[in-house]
Nanobody
Framework: QVQLVESGGGLVQPGGSLRLSCAAS????????IDWYRQAPGKQRELVAS???????NYADSVKGRFTVSRDNIKNTTDLQMNSLKPEDTAAYYC??????????????WGQGIQVTVSS
């Protein structure tokens, strides 16, 4: 069984920073790609950032230059550093990990979601 736990959300003023974390535990052979999504009320879930096992990254245009995704392949964790936050970044943020519980199996696991609110 694999569990993901997200932390680090909250309320921040425009221009501020937050760091989200996502920790995976349980039966983990390997973690492949990691994605961070967000979903604002009334909107579709959108991909914000991705990082491969080799730490190649991709970002949505809306967050490029402001957000940084990272991972620790030993601790099985991933972070999303968010700087210069804007009100339009307000959303629930979700990590999604492509986890291999065993060499022959790969499953997507989602974090529980964590709220980020950017407001003065």
């Amino acid at each position: 069984q694999v569990q993901l736990v997200e932390s680090g959300g909250g309320l921040v003023q425009p221009g501020g920073s937050l760091r989200l974390s996502c920790a995976a535990s349980g039966s983990i052979f390997s973690i492949n790609n990691i994605d961070w999504y967000r979903q604002a009320p009334g909107k579709q879930r959108e991909l914000v950032a991705s990082i491969t096992r080799g730490s190649s990254t991709n970002y949505a245009d809306s967050v490029k230059g402001r957000f940084t995704v990272s991972r620790d392949n030993i601790k099985n964790t991933t972070d999303l550093q968010m700087n210069s936050l804007k009100p339009e970044d307000t959303a629930a943020y979700y990590c999604r990990l492509d986890i291999q519980p065993s060499p022959a199996l790969a499953v997507y696991y989602w974090g529980q979601g964590i709220q980020v609110t950017v407001s003065s």
